[in-house]
């Protein structure tokens, strides 16, 4: 079920009843945020960065034999390094995110562990963290995050704290976890796996120019 | 608007000419935002690029330029994928005169993969999300271990191009691995590590994939992951011996049980006093074997001393004629010189004629001896069908001629790989 509003700019957004939680005007880059079942404008964002992503909002594809579309992306950019986040939906309406950085892909779904940042601060770039018995991974990189910004409409929040420290990590079972540690006290964990490109049979992506 | 934004949502941006802030000249922008470096070919200044902006951050010495054999721009296909060249630097570990040349390949789908080559011999790079297992000072991926092969730090002497991160300064500490033809290479510093893995990869295969008529640069010694012509037939060797080994063994197992070893004929002769005369033996049967021929030993004993005895000796089948000709003798000589007995030759001999067919036989006998004297007799002694350990020896020594030259031949090629390595398993003199 879709519902729109207007944006201040004048130009109307539709989003989608229950499931859209942060929205971007495509004419304008404000962004809005679910607050008290009101959108509410809570900044102004930069526009996205060229960076050759085969993706883009309203391609299509299938994970695990379910169809999913995309409906938005959070581009984060880090000193060294970038990442996009991909919010699609399952026509069912449940949805997930893409993970996609220097050609690698990966399904990503936000954990609801209750965890305290200190636990995280002191991770090493090749230490080993054990998340669950006999359950492990490894810290590939940690990022500061220079910026983020976002397209489209988003299942999530967008969180536009100033100071966010990335720990990307991963195992031999082609499993991805990425840490995002907020200021001083907020955190988000998400975990997800690996997949090539091909695995999620995309429709309707950027023309790709004879590159595949 | 700092140039940098998306154009056209619909396609996928076709590489962008900027402007060498130093000299004017074109600058090819391919990854856009994945871009990190860009150096100028023309006045060899090496930028920092973010948001639209080139800022100068090193000028490479001219007289450091290299040459690069694939031009950037040059697209290819290497394991399926389009890759297009866009950099190309050359390396040399820190503090060494060890240098190589490594192309940026990049394709927007897959992002960097990278051609390095050393020597002449290239090798093919991709990431890999996968993550080694310690073991020792080595590693293991899927299964098959890494040699630690080398470590090092790098520093850049001349790019071209544009890269994914900031080659001007080398803080990581790479660490490379080999399982020939693989490479794994652990690319580490404080805030990220990366792991590569690598293929050989021959100059035809590259000139093939890029479509390149131009001349590569010429092979020296043996590349870090370069296989020997015969390497991946060695195991396929080394099972075919294994099996041949333990077929001859088994068939001379047989052979030795079922061999008859029966004396058929046993006498003693004595010598005529005229030289000229010759003896013949009574009749004896060789018997019907398996094969239907048999091996004969025949034994020549003679009680020689600084002396000898020698005998032309005929065997002569009885019913067919055929006859089986060969000479056997002895000699034996013995004093005492110098303070120390010696001795030389022995009063006995053997000989083993093959094949013979079964049936009744005699022997014509000529011995011969010094004309001031010898023995005055000798004996013969003739066994069927014996056990021959020389010839499972012999065929089991051409049976392993080739497998041991093949080893050699790799055991040598793999010395002469290893010493470019400081974590070499051979000494060297």
Not at chain 1, 1 to 7: G, L, T, V
Not at chain 2, 103 to 130: A, C, D, K, M, R
Request: charged share 20%; hydrophobic share 35%.
């Amino acid at each position: 079920m879709e519902d729109k509003f207007d944006c201040t700019c004048g130009h109307p957004i539709s989003f989608r009843k229950k499931i859209t939680v942060s929205i971007a005007c495509t004419s304008c880059r404000n962004l809005y945020c679910l607050t008290n079942n009101t959108f509410l404008k809570i900044s102004t964002l930069r526009p996205v960065v060229e960076d050759v992503s085969p993706l883009k909002i309203h391609t299509e594809g299938k994970s695990e034999s379910k169809e999913f579309s995309i409906t938005g992306r959070q581009q984060i950019i880090y000193s060294s390094s970038y990442r996009n986040l991909w919010s699609a939906t399952y026509t069912n309406g449940e949805h997930f995110q893409i993970g996609e950085s220097y050609g690698t892909y990966s399904i990503l779904n936000e954990l609801s562990i209750e965890a305290s940042p200190a636990k995280f601060r002191n991770l090493k770039v090749g230490k080993e963290l054990q998340i669950a018995p006999k359950h492990f991974f490894y810290v590939n990189g940690i990022y500061e995050m220079k910026s983020i910004t976002a397209e489209g409409d988003l299942p999530t929040p967008v969180i536009l704290q100033p100071q966010c420290i990335t720990i990307e990590l991963s195992n031999n079972k082609f499993e991805s976890l990425i840490i995002n540690i907020y200021g001083d006290n907020d955190i988000k964990i998400s975990s997800g796996r690996f997949l090539n490109f091909e695995d999620f049979s995309f429709k309707n992506t950027r023309n790709l120019n004879g590159w595949i | 608007m700092d140039g940098s934004e998306i154009n056209s949502v619909n396609n996928l941006p076709s590489a962008e000419i900027l402007e060498c802030p130093k000299c004017g000249s074109d600058l090819r922008l391919t990854g856009f935002l994945l871009t990190k470096n860009i150096a100028c070919g023309k006045c060899h200044s090496l930028f920092a690029y973010a948001n639209g902006n080139l800022k100068v951050i090193k000028i490479f010495k001219k007289e450091k330029k290299k040459h690069n054999h694939i031009p950037i721009g040059t697209k290819g296909t290497i394991d399926g994928r389009k890759f297009e060249v866009v950099g190309f630097a050359n390396y040399r570990e820190a503090n060494t005169p060890y240098a190589w040349d490594e192309y940026t390949l990049f394709n927007p789908i897959h992002g960097f993969t990278f051609l390095s080559v050393y020597e002449g011999h290239w090798n093919y790079f991709e990431q890999t999300i996968l993550r080694p297992r310690p073991q020792g000072g080595d590693v293991n991926l899927n299964g098959d271990s890494y040699r630690i092969f080398n470590r090092y730090k790098q520093k850049t002497d001349y790019a071209l191009g544009e890269f994914p991160w900031d080659i001007s300064e080398n803080p990581s500490t790479i660490t490379e691995y080999i399982n020939p033809p693989h490479i794994l290479a652990h690319d580490k510093d404080t805030n990220e590590e990366t792991w590569f893995l690598g293929r050989y990869i021959t100059p035809k295969e590259i000139k093939e994939a890029f479509n390149l008529q131009s001349h590569f640069p010429e092979q020296t010694g043996i590349g870090s992951t370069q296989l020997h012509s015969s390497a991946a037939s060695l195991s396929k060797v080394k099972q075919i011996t294994l099996y041949v080994v333990l077929s001859m063994l088994v068939l001379q197992i047989i052979l030795s049980i079922s061999a008859r070893d029966k004396i058929v004929f046993k006498d003693q002769f004595n010598i005529p006093g005229n030289q000229a005369g010759g003896i013949v033996s009574p009749p004896f049967e060789l018997e019907n074997t398996l094969f239907g021929k048999s091996n004969l030993q025949v034994e020549l004993i003679a009680p020689v001393h600084n002396s000898w005895m020698e005998a032309d000796i005929t065997l002569i089948n009885d019913k067919t004629g055929e006859e089986f000709h060969f000479e056997q003798g002895v000699e034996y000589y013995s004093g005492y010189e110098g303070g120390e007995a010696w001795s030389e030759g022995q009063n006995y001999t053997d000989n083993t004629l093959s094949s013979i067919p079964a049936g009744k036989y005699h022997l014509n006998i000529f011995p011969a001896t010094p004309p001031d004297g010898g023995p005055g007799y000798f004996q013969l002694k003739l066994t069927q069908d014996v056990s021959m350990l020389s010839n499972f020896f012999i065929t089991l020594l051409i049976a392993l001629i080739f497998p041991i030259a093949l080893w050699i031949s790799i055991s040598s090629f793999e010395a002469q790989r290893w010493m470019n390595s400081d974590f070499s398993p051979y000494s060297y003199e």
